[in-house]
């Protein structure tokens, strides 16, 4: 349930977060406990993907320490905004018309077309930047954000960030469902901690011998939103009213 579900989690437990949860999963809850023994900069780019809501650029949880990393922050960033406006126009969320002319000159009109004009930007003015600083570029790889969007393109994508923002995230009819996804997420998470026998067993199973809040949290944060429904609908819809849907 996007960022819906990580603020109903946070509510539940007093401190979430995906990143950190994904960490979470792969130093410690795969192969049964034991992690997947990742190198420190892979688990530095998983913890340092996210980015605050006022910039495309907002160090967030820290800058990513490999090229890679930085890559991946800003791939994060140009993917749910693409695709996000996408949904939201088939949706019926908004229409092209309310979107400002200035991101459709920018941008173009389909996911294809915003992903490449993103991508090509960061590609060209890196390439730019990287021959004119020589040596210098080279010894701020690891000190520092290195890697970004042209200052012209980051402007614009984020103002189309902040139309999203106004427009999609929080001002529109689809925020009429976050009370329906929190609802859906407490009731699993209730449910659950007074029927931990419910739990799959690699869940149950807790070397570190954690309470069941936070084993209950770890099998709902690895929900689908297809699963988490259904799972929901088996444990509180009566088959028979089930089978109407």
Known sequence: FGHAGEDAM??????????EQS???VEYLEREGRGLNLAEQVRDGILKHSKLRDSVAAEGWGIAHT????IVKLADSIAYLAHDID???RAGVIDQEQIPTEYIEAFGTTTG????????????????VALGQGESWRA?????????????????MNGLREFMFKNVYTESAAKADVPKTKFVIRALFEHF?????????EFRANPRDEPAERRVAD???????????????????????????
């Open 113 to 128: 077309e915003r992903i490449e004009t993103l991508v090509s930007d960061i590609v060209d003015y890196n390439w730019r």
């Open 87 to 89: 949904d939201a126009l």
């Open 10 to 19: 946070a509510e539940l437990l007093g401190s979430f977060r995906h990143n």
């Open 23 to 25: 960490v979470r999963v």
């Open 67 to 70: 090229l890679e990393g930085q």
């Open 193 to 201: 901690c007074r029927h931990e026998d419910q739990l799959p067993a």
């Open 140 to 156: 701020a790889v690891g000190n520092g954000q290195v890697l970004g969007l042209s200052p012209s393109t980051l402007e614009l």
């Open 219 to 245: 099998y709902i944060a690895g929900m689908t939103d297809r699963f988490a429904l259904k799972t929901f609908t088996n444990i509180y819809v009566p088959q028979q009213w089930a089978r109407f849907d």
